[in-house]
T-cell receptor
Framework: GAVVSQHPSWVICKSGTSVKIECRSL??????MFWYRQFPKQSLMLMAT?????????EQGVEKDKFLINHASLTLSTLTVTSAHPEDSSFYIC???????????FGEGSRLTVL | QKEVEQNSGPLSVPEGAIASLNCTYS??????FFWYRQYSGKSPELIMF????GDKEDGRFTAQLNKASQYVSLLIRDSQPSDSATYLC??????????FGTGTSLTVIP
């Protein structure tokens, strides 16, 4: 299947700092990428839909000024958690849509711990 | 009403048995359906997808779709302990929005 790479896979930061997570489609172009958050033993929660060249669409309750999403190219979307706080500690996962077959592939996930 | 619903389980089956995972969806416009496996602490990985009524087989996995009943299932034959994971069902209508169930936890007992 298609390969989606996330980086970093694990990050620890101090409260108040900003963290950027990258999501890359390695062998295909992805016009649409999705960002999810998952707390331990809970289901995936869609945060936003990222479309190349346009503003992301955020789900209700997700602060767009806190979770900045940029999808500047067909192979890269970034999520920046600004002024991170301990409650932002979570597993962040991106996915990319393969146009045509309409299949969705996930990155490996990025585990964020805010101290 | 949730778009996609799954029994959260946990579902336990003995090694070698058939595990049956079920999913229902509410949007009749849904076109494609996906099954993902997620191990603890890892991201979901695609097992298979289905968009036509009937069965689709891939190795030990069989996906079944019944659009009239708005029902999708995944059968795992000859279950192995390595199949123990959470299985997520997803549906999409336009291909731009994917709705995930909350997942069913499966444990295969050696």
């Amino acid at each position: 299947g298609a390969v989606v790479s996330q980086h970093p896979s694990w990050v620890i930061c101090k409260s108040g700092t900003s963290v950027k997570i990258e999501c890359r489609s390695l062998d295909f172009q992805a016009t649409t990428m999705f960002w999810y958050r998952q707390f331990p033993k809970q289901s995936l929660m869609l945060m936003a839909t990222s479309n190349e060249g346009s503003k992301a669409t955020y789900e209700q309750g997700v602060e767009k000024d806190k979770f900045l999403i940029n999808h500047a190219s067909l192979t890269l979307s970034t999520l920046t958690v600004t002024s991170a706080h301990p409650e932002d500690s979570s597993f962040y996962i991106c996915s990319a849509l393969v146009v045509g077959p309409g299949e969705l592939f996930f990155g490996e996930g990025s585990r964020l711990t805010v101290l | 009403q949730k778009e996609v619903e799954q029994n959260s389980g946990p579902l336990s089956v003995p090694e070698g048995a058939i595990a049956s995972l079920n999913c229902t969806y509410s949007d009749r416009g849904s076109q494609s359906f996906f099954w993902y496996r997620q191990y603890s602490g890892k991201s979901p990985e695609l097992i298979m997808f289905i968009y036509s009524n009937g069965d689709k087989e891939d190795g030990r996995f069989t996906a079944q779709l019944n659009k009239a009943s708005q029902y999708v299932s995944l059968l795992i034959r000859d279950s192995q302990p390595s199949d123990s994971a959470t299985y997520l069902c997803a549906a999409t209508n336009t291909g731009n929005q994917f709705y995930f169930g909350t997942g069913t936890s499966l444990t295969v007992i050696p």
